[in-house]
């Protein structure tokens, strides 16, 4: 986050390079960088005639080239935007000669989601030399708390700590998704708000009784009645309960559990850091820990990995929703 500011601020100085190479497996970064880029480097008079975006897939490097080497009309630069342009890897090389001697009246930016240069050869060092390289990577479960507390910050806006870990825990580290919902409430609720976890439930779409949330709860404390609510819940709702997502979620809190088995040092501060969870959930797994011993929990990794596959209709085309998660519970319970 610190190098995306660096380089936000770099633009604003007047300090513009004329490559901006953004890559990596988190594309939030990457579209905010490329989305302030587009917004900010010409005025709207000047945007008309030199402003461009193409995409990988329907281009090649020799025209991102040609266009590249325009010069602008009326104005001091032209933007030209590699959207996509990850389609361009097998012959992205070909860059090389044009990042040698770049047009300086150009600014030229690719948005390369998922895949990243191997900077061990010659085009990355050409960029670092006359442009920027960006490595968007994608953040840990357990940084992702810090990172919603400093966006909201950004904001005019606080988040109580069980808030902040219901964001983390229904969303995990998908940056993009998280920003969306963030939205969501920065327009609902009055500047200097602190966002509670009634307000993620009231306005994030989740259930307050019936969520993944609560059946990881009502798993770890062995809470059937409430357990099989749930299921029968997300089973008459599957559209806003897909069975793919329920199984990830309770297969990573039960794979906590195992680590949590494991760890010689059961420090809070050293289990939170572990797990990749927030502080506050702790409580939960030190239930969930007493209700399971170790060798049930690899059991019930097992089982999950198991259920996981007839979700996906491997082994189970005919087994419903409601079905899969009864045999999911009951293989948990007993």
């Known amino acids: 986050m610190d190098e995306v500011v660096k380089i936000i601020n770099d633009i604003k100085a007047g300090n513009i390079k004329p490559i901006y190479f953004f890559m990596g497996d988190e594309p939030y970064y990457i579209d905010k960088l490329t989305e302030y880029i587009e917004n900010n480097i010409l005025s709207e008079d000047e945007k008309g005639f030199n402003q461009m975006v193409i995409y990988g897939r329907d281009t090649t490097v020799d025209d991102v080239i040609s266009n590249a080497k325009r010069y602008p009309m009326m104005a001091d630069k032209q933007v030209v935007v590699v959207r996509e342009a990850q389609e361009l890897s097998k012959t992205i090389d070909k860059l090389e000669s044009y990042v040698e001697n770049p047009q300086t009246t150009t600014v030229l930016v690719f948005a390369y989601k998922y895949k990243t240069l191997d900077k061990r050869k010659k085009l990355p060092k050409l960029i670092e030399k006359s442009g920027v390289l960006f490595e968007s990577k994608k953040m840990y479960d357990n940084q992702v708390g810090t990172w919603i507390t400093r966006v909201l ?182």
């Open 153 to 334: 910050q950004g904001r005019g806006l606080t988040i109580e700590p069980k808030a902040n870990a219901m964001l983390v825990e229904f969303l995990g580290n998908d940056l993009s998704r998280i920003s969306n919902e963030l939205d969501k409430l920065q327009i609902i609720l009055p500047k200097g708000s602190t966002i509670k976890a009634k307000d993620i439930e009231e306005n994030i779409g989740f259930s307050k009784d019936f969520n993944v949330f609560e059946l990881q709860n009502a798993l770890g404390s062995k809470n059937q009645v409430k357990a099989y609510q749930i299921a029968q819940y997300f089973a008459d709702n599957p559209k806003d309960n897909p069975m793919v997502v329920t199984t990830s979620l309770v297969f990573s809190f039960f794979v906590k559990l195992l680590k949590y088995h494991g760890l010689k040092d059961k420090n809070p501060k050293n289990v939170a850091s572990v797990l990749g969870v927030s502080p506050f959930f702790l409580k939960d797994y030190d239930v969930a820990l007493r209700n399971y011993p170790m060798k049930k929990v690899s059991s019930i990794v097992a089982t999950l990995r198991d259920v996981d596959n007839k979700s996906k209709g491997i082994g189970a085309n005919s087994l419903s929703t409601h079905d899969l998660l009864k045999e999911m519970l009951v293989k948990i319970f007993n």
